[in-house]
């Protein structure tokens, strides 16, 4: 079945403590990105990767990481995080940048 | 600056009516339009795109209206069914961002039976 995936499903951690978001997709896309969802300020583009070793940032980037060493993954990572990180997220793909997305289920973090 | 947003953020209707979500846009150079349904604990999931040389799309039972004159995208779902309950996004894409896609703060459309 053709799907992103994102794990976990549900985070709870402490601040400052290092934690990764993965997300993998199985339709050989070049694009994938990441969002945040919050009450009021809807989807938010966190980070974007046009293709392999190809990142860019999004319109909320700081606080955040990511990687793009194979096509398939596209993890976000969280070096030291904070409670304002506290939101649910989300991973997309698509085949190439600009067409419609395909969504995760989503990652909803709580930063104590 | 470039927006993309909604003029209702919710919408109740009678199952069996005719849904009409409506969404604004302001950057010009969008040529590319998305609506996207997120039903509650999901991602938001692809329902029917429109380009900017089209005016009107039609799906199973959704159609999608753009005025260009006036930057208006509207979802049309005909005889809602309580299945159709969701927060609805429209999105944008323009060429001169194409990398990108803006959303709009979604519409929670609720179906009474």
């Known amino acids: 079945e053709a799907q992103v995936t994102q794990n976990p499903r549900y985070l709870i951690t402490v601040t400052g403590k290092k934690l990764t978001v993965t997300c993998s997709q199985n339709?050989?896309?070049?694009?994938m990105s990441w969002y945040r969802q919050d009450p009021g300020l809807g989807l938010r583009q966190i980070y974007y990767s046009m293709n392999v070793e190809v990142t860019d940032k999004g319109d909320v980037p700081e606080g955040y990481k990511v990687s793009r060493k194979e096509k398939r993954n596209f993890p976000l990572i969280l070096e030291s995080p904070s409670p304002n990180q506290t939101s649910l997220y989300f991973c997309?793909?698509?085949?190439?940048?600009?067409?419609?997305?395909?969504f995760g289920s989503g990652t909803q973090l709580s930063v104590l | 600056g470039e927006s993309v947003g909604l003029h209702l953020p919710t919408l109740s209707v009678q199952e069996g009516d005719n849904s009409i979500i409506n969404c604004a846009y302001s950057n010009s150079a969008s040529d590319y339009f998305i609506w996207y349904k997120q039903e509650s604990g999901k991602g938001p999931q692809f329902i029917i795109d429109i380009r900017s040389n089209m005016d009107k799309r039609q799906g199973q039972r959704v159609t999608v209206l753009l005025n260009k004159t006036v930057k208006h995208l509207s979802l049309q779902i005909a005889a809602t069914q309580p299945g159709d309950s969701a927060v609805y996004f429209c999105a944008e894409n323009s060429k001169t961002s194409y990398d990108k896609v803006i959303f709009g703060p979604g519409t929670s459309l609720s179906v009474i039976p």
């Open positions: 339709m050989n896309h070049e694009y």
């Open positions: 997309a793909s698509s085949l190439n940048p600009g067409e419609k997305l395909f």
